[in-house]
């Protein structure tokens, strides 16, 4: 694609120092998204795909863990380098990021309405209220007055398609269902008009036909706003539903990535693959469900060889000597396997 | 760092080690307790001087090096007042609260895992008595017992239970609803037994962390009973009743009454912090 | 309506309690003698025989016990607590005399609690770790662990000995005539009148109970706001906030505090026990003439109804905290509101 990337992350590791040793939590990571596009990135708990996500909006407690090598540019300039008051100016209107478990993410005393102006008064104050293409929707900051705030709060109520706005945004946070709160914090996070919104695991905590309609919901308004998404989920099939690229993650490291269709028809690293046999599907009625054996390795003894090798169908000696490296296998496929090297 | 061979003094001794309040709480704690024994064995044996004998030292003589705490009005050693009183504080409030956690801990497990009529007498009745400030319904019992540290741990026993009944029984109804209970029940054995092999053992170490703080309030409380000359037994000494017996000395003898005062304080601080450090504890138990 | 069935459910809760308080000094008094003439009068049953007929007939006490029980509630509702020898006069009117000083004592140890205990908390939880937190902690963990008249002795050196700040004692100044007793307290009734040097002779012999007891209770206040607030801080909806892109001090202070004060209503509650408790030894060093004060010169005349009567009246007192609290709670947190 042409232009700048919304996001460059490139050779990024993350140690976490614990009591018990040091836990190479990301290692070596280098990924890229473009503006408009839906990047998902995939692997099992613990894989550190969460603190990639952390790490990109800033929000990662630094005491316990630390930024070994690498840097993250955002439209450019690399968020590393700056100090904590200049990271929070990019927080929220710059990039977002939605959480979990949308229960506990509201503000429990505060109604829905007053949270989402909150976000809108913050959006304005950093003059991010003018007009922009295709970012209309939301309003901008040139109209002033309450009743043109309470307006705004309804726009973003209809953005996310929540039924009967006047009403929620007059109710506090208990009295709406999870799936209604997690498309509340959608919305506040794509009012403040960022370019990159991390989402990371939005969908697990809710029942299966709400995790269909967020997630649509979330694909839709990618266009209609004008930003990118980085999909943090364990759930590969979640992440077919919506992304255009995948990025496989295990043991702090991005071992495949291709656009979806690519990946899903011809998957290359063998944990890839065995993600796929993992998945139950109707068309492989009657067939085992076949799940990878062994486990996760202890990220604290991190062998000099390729990590997932102690599980792998196809290990090779060379994989137990050297780690293979993320290399492109052909056009926008990459993959990180000895196999192919 | 397994210290001990046998399961339960490893537990307890974790328990104790767990941070830095509970190591110093333990150490004030178990030195007041050991004050404590070593006085009620040997009376006053080693003490600097006889605590009840009068005109060991000149009247009203300040602090000094022959009489660390001073002198009182009758000649006799402060110091050694103090520390011949220790046991009475000591043993009480262990007492009390060590029957209070037992009976406690009995009634409240056994309605908070039969529920029922017995649950909701149990409830209505803390609720009754929690609406009576302690001391003042301690007060109302001793005064119809009659002056004596007895009688005053009389009123405090019956008084002190439902703070723990309470306790139990919340603890009761959050452990009962988990698996292993369940599995229990299931295979069959009686109710006591689950009770007593399943339930008790794990309410039992909250309880614990709140005991510990308690002892502080049942040293304050007894403290103020024997203030206000509820178990008077001159010419023995008792903190309490030491202070309000030489609260008018206060501009001119400060060390009579203050000294007392402050070590009622200093005991009560040692439990709190390690009340406090188990608490911490507990829930870090509960976390992990 | 949500609101309205939780008041009314709270206060049938609370006439219960009242009534098993009821039955409990009532249980009391006929533990101390088997004669329950005796009971009701105390010693004056031996010194006015006529009175003491006239009370046996007036409360039946000659009748079996579940009648006694019976007229004891009715004379409980109609205000009648008995005869106090000590005082010379019914109980119900001594402790009218006396409970308005009490009640000064308390709403000033209450404002001085808050005032105190809750920039302390937040200190200890915005500093949390830091050389402030620490500092406080040692504060009020003296604070909580001082017996009540240890805490009074100190402020009595201090601000009286050392640096003749306030009086040592008393309700006024030796000298200053009390105001006309409109409403029975004196602080209100020196207003009514106009009198602003009696009112502030009153207001700095208040001031030293009420620090006393303030210093006692504030730890409560602030242990538990500390708490509060460190837990609120790893919520998920504070980490919400930082991805808004709030600064910290608006997390803190919007977002944190007004959910970390939440409990601190609870706790309201629980102060007042712990205030009743103190202010009988506050009272009596600083000889505030209050319902604390009034108790211990029961106990040690050994005035039975007196000593049973005030019982009766404290519990009623916190019964109506709690219920007050409940209901504040109830305000305070939309959660409780509308279940």
Known sequence: ?341 | MTRFKNPRTQYFYELLSYNNETKLGSFFVASIAVLAIVVALTGDGLLPYNPIKQNVGPALDAPSLQHLFGTDILGRDVLSRILYATPNDVFVSFLVVGVSLLVGALLGATAGYRGGLLDEALMRYTDIIFAIPALVLAISIAVILGPGIIHMMYALLIIWWPPYARLARGETLRVSHQNYIEAAKASGIGSFRILTRHVLPNILTPMIAYASIDIGSVVIIYAGLSYLGLSIRPPLPEWGAMVSAYQDYLVSAPWLPIFPALVIGIVVVAFSILGDGLRDAVEAARMG | MGLLSFVLRRLGLAVFVLLGVAIITFILSRSISSNPIVAWLGRAASMYPDLAAAYAAKYHLNDPLYMQFYYYIVGLLQGDLGYSVLKGRPVAVAIRETLPYTLQIAFFAIVFTLVIGIPLGVLAGKYHRKAADYGIRAFYLAGVSSPAFLLALFLLIVLTYMFRLLPSGGALSPGVSAPKPFTGFILIDSLLEGNLSTFLDALTHVIMPSLALALGVFGYVTRVLRASILEVMRTNYIRSARAKGLDENTIFFKHALRNAMIPVVTLASLLVTWLVTGTLFAETIFTYPGVGQYLVQALSALDYPSILAITLVFAGIIVASNLAADILYAVVDPEIRLH
């Open chain 1, 1 to 341: 694609m042409e232009g700048k990337s919304v996001l460059n992350v490139d050779g990024l590791s993350i140690a976490y120092e614990l009591k018990t040793g040091t836990v190479r939590a990301v290692d070596n990571v280098s990924m890229s998204i473009e503006p408009n596009e839906l990047v998902a990135v995939v692997g099992e708990s613990g894989c550190g795909k969460t603190t990639l996500g952390l790490s990109i909006i800033g929000l990662l407690p630094s005491p316990p863990a630390k930024y070994v090598s690498g840097e993250v540019n955002f439209n450019g300039k690399n968020l590393l380098s700056l100090a904590p008051d200049e990271m929070r100016l990019y927080r929220g209107t710059e990039i977002a990021m939605i959480f979990q478990e949308p229960m506990t993410s509201l503000n429990p005393v505060f109604k829905i309405g007053n949270q989402i102006r909150e976000a809108i008064k913050l959006r304005d104050s950093r003059g991010k209220g003018g007009a922009t293409s295709g970012r209309d929707t939301l309003g901008s900051s040139s109209r002033n007055g309450a009743n043109d705030k309470k307006k705004q709060i309804i726009d973003v109520l209809n953005l996310v398609r929540i039924p009967d706005p006047e009403r929620v945004a007059d109710r506090y946070p208990f009295e709406l269902s999870g799936g209604m709160r997690q498309r509340v914090m959608i919305g506040m996070a794509l009012a403040q008009k960022p370019s990159l919104l991390i989402a990371d695991e939005p969908t697990t905590a809710l029942d299966v036909t709400t995790q269909a309609q967020v997630l649509k919901l979330m694909r839709g308004l990618m266009e209609e706003v004008d930003t990118s998404i980085l999909l943090i989920t364990h759930d590969l099939a979640v992440a077919s539903q919506v992304a255009d690229k995948i990025a496989v993650m295990y043991a702090g490291q991005i071992v495949e990535e291709a656009e979806v269709l690519d990946l899903f028809s011809h998957p290359l690293h063998p944990y890839t693959q065995g993600l796929l046999a993992c998945i139950p599907s109707g068309s492989k009625e009657g067939m085992k469900l076949k799940p990878i054996q062994g486990s996760t390795p202890d990220l604290r003894n991190i062998p000099a060889a390729c990590k997932f090798a102690p599980r792998c169908p196809c290990v090779m000696k060379r994989c137990v000597a050297t780690k293979p490296e993320l290399t492109v296998k052909e056009g926008s496929h990459r993959v990180a396997c000895y196999l192919y090297q």
